[in-house]
């Protein structure tokens, strides 16, 4: 079983900052890919940063040179920091990680339950 768990999430008036962590617990052997996704209200889940093993990333168009992602292997913790805030940055974001539970098994995608980001104009 594996848990992933997001915190950071809340109100914020336009052009400000918040940081989203994530932190994965539970039968991990290693932990592939992470990202951020979100979702506003009628819209469908999007994209919004990858990170791998490694440190490369990947970021929507929407997002780039305002976010960043980030990653701390030890801790098993996606980070976004979030600058420069918009209204339409209003979504539930959620935490996804490609995790391998055991050193034979498959990597399976696991999601977060989401923390809410409102940006208000």
């Known amino acids: 079983q594996v848990q992933l768990v997001e915190s950071g999430g809340g109100l914020v008036q336009a052009g400000g900052s918040l940081r989203l962590s994530c932190a994965a617990s539970?039968?991990?052997?290693?932990?592939?890919?992470m990202g951020w996704y979100r979702q506003a209200p009628g819209q469908k889940r999007e994209l919004v940063a990858t990170i791998t093993t490694g440190g490369s990333t990947n970021y929507a168009d929407s997002v780039k040179g305002r976010f960043t992602i980030s990653r701390d292997n030890a801790k098993n913790t996606v980070y976004l920091q979030m600058n420069s805030l918009k209204p339409e940055d209003t979504a539930v974001y959620y935490c996804?990680?490609?995790?391998?539970?055991?050193?034979?098994?498959?990597?399976?995608?696991?999601w977060g339950q989401g923390t809410q980001v409102t940006v208000s104009s």
């Open positions: 996804n990680a490609a995790v391998q539970p055991l050193a034979i098994s498959t990597v399976y995608p696991y």
């Open positions: 539970g039968s991990i052997f290693s932990i592939k890919a």
